[in-house]
């Protein structure tokens, strides 16, 4: 269940019956009672306008301290078909002015979770050199800056991951990139299918590039794998446009260590291309397991209620 079920039907009547479900199968999993709950603690697009209620976004910059002053906590089964209090973390924005327009639309970006995965960042690997840039990749490519005083100071997004699955489901493409009866090379990465999606972006254009698997599989009769490293390749290189944008927020490209979290193949990209094209000489590290990036977000939430004097009050 999830926001996109709000989309979908024009209510989050489902989502709220999902939830409560959801809810009450993993409390009886846990050998736990509703009553046993003190609490939950949310963050991400359920603070949203399609989720269960619509937490204001804070202002960049904004740290740990900021966020854990800016919760809502409400019970109220009217929004949530349980008598338990939600603590709602609320996401984060750029700054703009209010007489902004389409003329500053580069500048404006914000934020829903993410704020939390960098809470969760901070407070899990205390020693990180700051500052840095943490790009989250999933079913967006978000660079989040965190300047050294530990606060996030603004966003800058992309639609990758959502473009990258549309490709595959929605258009003729979607062929051309299915598995099939190839069996995959152990750790498969290909450098010269990797530059040459590279070479393809920077001189066809991303929207042509878009079409080569299609050619590839038609008159190269080349593996389904082989395109689909070739897609993903493309779709990292354009990701790689938005470092244009760093100055326009004042982010500091040649002082920044990077972390890349989310799908190995996507962090191995975008490592490679940071790297060798983007002449990045500081730090990147990379976060792909799935434990350790869902932990980020369970370790950020549990900083911020206990730095807003939450779970102390519960103890």
């Keep these: 269940i999830g926001v996109r079920d709000t989309v979908l039907h024009g209510s989050n009547e489902i989502l709220k019956s999902g939830l409560k479900k959801l809810m009450e ?6 050998n736990l009672k509703i009553q046993d709950i003190k609490f939950a603690i949310t963050f991400g697009m359920i603070t949203s306008e399609i989720g269960l209620i619509e937490i204001p976004h804070r202002w960049v910059p904004v740290g740990i301290d900021g966020l854990a002053k800016n919760i809502q906590v409400v019970q109220d089964q009217d929004i949530f078909q349980l008598n338990i209090p939600l603590i709602f973390i609320p996401g984060v924005k750029n700054l703009f002015t209010e007489d902004s327009t389409h003329e500053d639309i580069r500048k404006i970006d914000f934020m829903r979770g ?4 960098a809470a969760g960042l901070l407070h899990t690997y205390p020693n990180l050199k700051l500052p840095l840039t ?4 999933s079913s967006h490519t978000k660079y989040v800056h965190i300047n050294s005083q530990k606060q996030i100071a603004g966003s800058l997004t992309n639609l990758s991951g ?5 490709i595959k489901k929605e ?3 979607g062929k051309s990139l299915t598995p099939n009866n190839d069996a995959v090379p152990p750790d498969y990465f290909d450098l010269k299918v990797v530059e040459s999606a590279y070479d393809a972006i920077e001189h066809a254009g991303f929207l042509r590039t878009l079409l080569m698997p299609r050619f590839m599989e038609v008159l190269l009769k080349n593996s389904w794998y082989e395109r689909d490293l070739f897609m993903d390749a493309a779709i990292s290189c354009e990701d790689l446009k938005v470092l244009q944008e760093f100055s326009l ?5 040649s002082d920044s260590n990077f972390i890349l979290i989310g799908h190995q193949r996507r962090c191995r990209l975008l490592k490679y291309f940071l790297a060798k094209h983007c002449d990045i000489q500081n730090e990147i590290q990379t976060i792909y397991k ?3 990036i869902d932990q980020l977000g369970i370790n950020g939430a549990i900083s911020i209620a206990e730095a807003a004097g939450y779970l102390k009050k519960m103890q």
């Design 25 to 30: 199968e993993t409390v009886l999993a846990s």
């Design 171 to 173: 258009t003729s493409i």
């Design 134 to 137: 943490m790009v989250i990749l």
């Design 162 to 166: 959502q473009v990258y699955n549309a």
């Design 114 to 117: 993410e704020e939390t995965q």
């Design 249 to 253: 927020l004042n982010f500091s490209l």
């Design 290 to 292: 799935k434990e350790e």
